[in-house]
C-alpha cells in the first residue's frame, strides 16, 4: 500500500524567507512522486516530479525537492518566498497497485505568505 | 488551446436530486479522474477511467456515478443518495492509463456544488 504525508497543515513565512513544505511516503515500490500547487477555487497545477533520475529536482517558480530514500521523505522547499505563493501544496505518490499506478495525495499543507 | 474544461463553474442543488458535472478534455489522454475536495481532508478520489467504456470506483464511490462513452468526456453524476455532496469537485486526466508512474495529472478549474 502506498501513502503520504504532509506534516504540516499550515506554514506560515515572511516574503523573503525561505519555504520549506514537509513530505514522507509509503511505497512498497520504487515511487514516483510530485507536488502539486493550487491557488483558491483553481484547479491543482504541477510544481515538479521525481521519476528515479536525479534526486534533487527543481521545478517552475523556484521551487525545488530533493528525494531522500533513507529518509522516505519528499521536502519541498524554495530560497525566498513571494506573496504570490500563497496557496494550497499536495505531495503525490505514485506507485503500483494491482495492475496500474493511480496517485495517493496528502491533505495539503496552506502556505500562509507575510508581508 | 489545450486543457481540461468543467462546467459549471458553480451549481446549486436542492436536496432530492440528481446533479450531473461536466469534464472534457482535448488532450487525447486516456485516463480520466474524478476527485473531491474537502477542507482538510486533500483530495479523495471518487471514480477513474483507464479506457472508454470502462471504469473502476475510488476510495468514495458511494452516492456518484460516471460514464465514459468518449475519450474526451467523464461526466460525473452526484445521486441524491450521495448524503453530503457539498464540495469542490475537480476532474483530472493523464495521457497514460496507468502502466506508468511519472506521468502527471492534468485538472480543470473545477465545480463547486452546493446543496440548499
Known amino acids: 500500500a502506498q501513502s503520504v504525508t504532509q506534516l504540516d497543515s499550515h506554514v506560515s513565512v515572511s516574503e523573503g524567507t525561505p519555504v520549506l513544505l514537509r513530505c514522507n511516503y509509503s511505497?512498497?515500490?520504487?515511487?514516483?512522486l510530485f507536488w502539486y500547487v493550487q491557488h483558491p477555487n483553481k484547479g491543482l497545477q504541477l510544481l515538479l516530479k521525481y521519476t528515479s533520475a536525479a534526486t534533487l529536482v527543481k521545478g517552475i517558480n523556484g521551487f525545488e525537492a530533493e528525494f531522500k530514500k533513507s529518509e522516505t521523505s519528499f521536502h519541498l522547499t524554495k530560497p525566498s518566498a513571494h506573496m504570490s505563493d500563497a496557496a494550497e501544496y499536495f505531495c503525490?505518490?505514485?506507485?503500483?497497485?494491482?495492475?496500474?499506478?493511480?496517485?495517493?495525495f496528502g491533505r495539503g499543507t496552506s502556505l500562509i505568505v507575510h508581508p | 488551446d489545450g486543457g481540461i474544461t468543467q462546467s459549471p463553474k458553480y451549481l446549486f442543488r436542492k436536496e432530492g436530486q440528481n446533479v450531473t458535472l461536466s469534464c472534457e478534455q482535448n488532450l487525447n489522454h486516456d485516463a480520466m479522474y474524478w476527485y473531491r475536495q474537502d477542507p482538510g481532508q486533500g483530495l479523495r478520489l471518487i471514480y477513474y477511467s483507464q479506457i472508454v467504456n470502462d471504469f473502476q470506483k475510488g476510495d468514495i464511490a458511494e452516492g456518484y456515478s460516471v460514464s465514459r462513452e468518449k475519450k474526451e468526456s467523464f461526466p460525473l453524476t452526484v445521486t441524491s443518495a450521495q448524503k453530503n455532496p457539498t464540495a469542490f469537485y475537480l476532474c483530472?486526466?493523464?495521457?497514460?492509463?496507468?502502466?506508468?508512474?511519472?506521468?502527471?495529472?492534468?485538472f480543470g478549474p473545477g465545480t463547486r456544488l452546493t446543496v440548499l
Open positions: 483530472a486526466s493523464s495521457i497514460d492509463p496507468g502502466y506508468r508512474a511519472y506521468n502527471e495529472q492534468f
Open positions: 503525490v505518490v505514485s506507485s503500483r497497485s494491482g495492475g496500474s499506478y493511480i496517485p495517493t
Open positions: 511505497s512498497s515500490y520504487s515511487p514516483s
